[in-house]
């Protein structure tokens, strides 16, 4: 998965917590393909993706970008649900 990938995705799990909206059709199928590849469960919650997701950005050393990302969104209560 590259950048540009994660990014839009990280842009999706957001939308999809706050308003319950994907971005496109094709991100649940993309959503399964991603929960397999990290390891976690079928049924995993979005916050649990959304935690994999910033684990991807802080093993990167690119967290700051996913912080800004979320503030972008004005979905700070996010950062406080992955602490």
Known sequence: MNKLQL??????????IKTGMELTRTVVHFR??????????????????????R?????????????EKIKKHKAEQLLEALA
Do not use: W
């Open 7 to 16: 990014s839009m995705f990280l842009t999706n799990q957001i939308l999809v």
């Open 32 to 53: 399964q393909q991603f929960k397999q590849m990290v390891g976690l469960p079928k049924r995993a919650s979005h916050l649990q993706v959304l935690a994999a997701i």
């Open 55 to 67: 684990d991807i950005y802080v093993v990167n050393g690119i967290e700051e970008e996913f912080i």
